[in-house]
Every structure is written in structure tokens, then in C-alpha cells.
């Protein structure tokens, strides 16, 4: 079954260093998501990347993160600068253009800033 | 604006015991409606899914959720819980136009009793 593959598991970094993390989506699927989840809150969406674009971002996606697809199978996520505060479970998910399909999710990968 | 409410942040039931989740959502157009399920450590599943149709749709692993739309609800049932079921459930809600972004509710931790 294709599933959503994200790596590292967990990263550790100081803070004010530059993260990437790395995530492979489902072979067949347009629409890239990042979404992330602080210990013990909600799971909330960061940003979505379409067509070599970012169709939406939330207010959290600042100028500090950025996302990129460097080839035809990975999508990234970059932190510049990271904060204490960014220190969360990260989920890349993907899904297919139609509407009536959900969007897979990753295993996601924790990020810890110290 | 979407936002997804989940009133209970924890729930304990027997092993055996039938199984109910709450979920109301707050969306103004028709709502594209999701459960999720995330094991320890894991990614997060897709559990059910509802678009249009049938108000009563039936998920993996057998879970099943009924949509109200008169009480803004989207219910999880299980008959029967397993010890397996312990998780943390999420129920979101996708905008009708491409169901892109997936707004969460803060998620419910099920605990089975033995």
C-alpha cells in the first residue's frame, strides 16, 4: 500500500539553526500539505503546495518556513531559524486533485529545539 | 471561519464495551468530514470519511459515524472496543471546495479497560 514517508523520525537542533525536513508523498498525488502538532494540542495545518506553489498557508507559516519541490518525488520543509516555540510533531500529507479523496499523512517527524 | 469541537479530551471504556466520540463542527457550507486515528508514535490513519450521501458511513476497523447536519455532529460509534482502539482520535473538517485544508478538533484520548 503507498504510504507518506518522512525522515528523520526525530531531529534534534539548536535553536537558530536552519531544519529541513524531508518528506516523500504518494507517488500519484498533486496536492502537498505540511501540518504541525505542539505537544498536546491540536494538530494544525501549516501550509499546502500545489502545481509547484503554495495554494494556501495559515498564519503560523511566516517567513521563517518555507517549502520546496526539489525534485519528482520529495517535498521539504525548511525552518531558517528555529525557535523553542517550533519544537513539534511535523506531518507531511498528500493527496489526489479530486475533491471527494482524503489527504494520507506521514509518520511525522519530531522536531525538538533546543 | 471551520473550527471543529471535541468536548472530551479523554475517555475510558471497558474492553467489550460500545464506544461513542463526539464531534461538532462549525462550517458554513456543506462540511467534508474526517476521522483520523494516531496510534502511539504513529502518523495519523484515516478512519471514515463522509462527502455526501449516506448520513451514516462506515469506516476501518469497525468504526462507523453518523452526520447531522441539524446538530452539526459527526459521531464516532463502535459496538465493541478492543484493546487495540486505545488512541487518540481526531475528527477535522475539510472546506467543500477541494477539501485542501484540514482544520482538526483537539483530539480525544481513548483509554480501554482490560
Known amino acids: 500500500e503507498p504510504e507518506v514517508t518522512q525522515t528523520p523520525s526525530h531531529q534534534v537542533t539548536q535553536m537558530g539553526q536552519e531544519v529541513i525536513l524531508r518528506c516523500v508523498p504518494i507517488s500519484n498525488h498533486l496536492y502537498f500539505y505540511w501540518y504541525r502538532q505542539i505537544l498536546g494540542q491540536k494538530v494544525e495545518f501549516l501550509v499546502s503546495?500545489?502545481?509547484?506553489?503554495?495554494?494556501?498557508k495559515s498564519e503560523i507559516f511566516d517567513d521563517q518556513f518555507s517549502v520546496e519541490r526539489p525534485d519528482g518525488s520529495n517535498f521539504t520543509l525548511k525552518i531558517r531559524s528555529t525557535k523553542l516555540e517550533d519544537s513539534a510533531m511535523y506531518f507531511c500529507a498528500s493527496s489526489e486533485v479530486n475533491i471527494y479523496t482524503e489527504a494520507f499523512f506521514g509518520q511525522g517527524t519530531r522536531l525538538t529545539v533546543v | 471561519a471551520q473550527s471543529v469541537t471535541q468536548p472530551d479530551i479523554h475517555i475510558t471504556v471497558s474492553e467489550g464495551a460500545s464506544l461513542e466520540l463526539r464531534c461538532n463542527y462549525s462550517y458554513g457550507a456543506t462540511p467534508y468530514l474526517f476521522w483520523y486515528v494516531q496510534s502511539p508514535g504513529q502518523g495519523l490513519q484515516l478512519l471514515l470519511k463522509?462527502?455526501?450521501?449516506?448520513?451514516l458511513v462506515q469506516g476501518i476497523k469497525g468504526f462507523e459515524a453518523e452526520f447531522k447536519r441539524s446538530q452539526s455532529s459527526f459521531n464516532l460509534r463502535k459496538p465493541s472496543v478492543h484493546w487495540s482502539d486505545a488512541a487518540e482520535y481526531f475528527c477535522?473538517?475539510?472546506?467543500?471546495?477541494?477539501?485542501?485544508?484540514?482544520?482538526f478538533g483537539q483530539g480525544t484520548r481513548l483509554t480501554i479497560n482490560p
Open positions: 503546495f500545489y502545481n509547484n506553489e503554495i495554494s494556501e
Open positions: 477535522a473538517v475539510g472546506a467543500a471546495q477541494g477539501a485542501q485544508k484540514l482544520v
Open positions: 463522509y462527502f455526501s450521501g449516506d448520513t
